[in-house]
């Protein structure tokens, strides 16, 4: 059954750094999306994704963030200058167009020190 | 902008046992779909039913159904014949109609302990 897939599972990175977290959607899927957990609390969307430019991002997708589709398959996020507060679970998610189902990568958590 | 709201942050049964999970959402929008995510100690988002706000029928998926009120805006999850494997968070969503790349709006959750 096809997945979506994330790496890494899980990345540790100093204050200040840049990050790149990476997702490859199910192959058919023209909708991505990134989301975020950080730990005990609810999952927040960030950005979504379709025909290569931002459809809709919420408040929390400021600056420091960015989204990318560098080729066919993988979908990218990246932390331009990480915080502390940026440490939580980031989910990748993708759908088929006009199919209300989000399907949902593992995770990867993301630690900043 | 929406919002959901789970007011159980935790509840705890007997296996085999029925258990109800509460949602409420208050939306302005007529045309939207709800979810229930059930989220295990691996954090792996699984869907576990969803429910097309046009539909008055409530969905059911084996031992999950729902009960959908739409003039009460309520959404609750109910579990027949509770399992051990069903103990994990269970999130419940909401997503705007129109096909768009919409985002899941999410409730924060409630953490379902199935007692052996």
């Known amino acids: 059954e096809p997945e979506v897939t994330q790496t890494p599972s899980h990345q540790v990175t100093q204050m200040g750094q840049e990050v790149i977290l990476r997702c490859v959607p199910i192959?058919?899927?023209?909708?991505f999306y990134w989301y975020r957990q950080i730990l005990g609390q609810k999952v927040e969307f960030l950005v979504s994704?379709?025909?290569?430019?931002?459809?809709?991002k919420s408040e929390i997708f400021d600056d420091q963030f960015s989204v990318e589709r560098p080729d066919g398959s993988n979908f990218t996020l990246k932390i331009r200058s990480t915080k502390l507060e940026d440490s939580a679970m980031y989910f990748c998610a993708s759908s088929e167009p006009n199919y209300n189902e989000q399907f949902f990568g593992p995770g990867t958590r993301l630690t900043v020190l | 902008a929406q919002t959901v709201t789970q007011s159980q942050p935790e509840m705890s049964v007997q296996e085999a046992e029925t258990v109800t999970l509460s949602c409420t959402y208050d939306?302005?929008?007529?045309?939207?779909?709800l979810f229930w995510y059930k989220q295990p100690p691996s954090r792996q988002m699984i869907l576990v039913i969803r429910q097309e706000a046009y539909k008055q029928q409530n969905a059911t998926e084996n031992r999950f159904s729902v009960n959908f009120q739409k003039a009460a805006k309520s959404f609750s999850l109910k579990i027949s014949d509770s399992q051990l494997g069903d103990t994990a968070m269970y999130f419940c969503a909401f997503m705007k109609g129109g096909g768009g790349a919409d985002g899941l709006t999410f409730g924060k959750g409630t953490h379902l302990i199935i007692q052996p």
């Open positions: 192959s058919n899927h023209l909708y």
């Open positions: 939306t302005s929008e007529n045309n939207y779909y």
């Open positions: 994704f379709y025909n290569n430019e931002i459809s809709e």
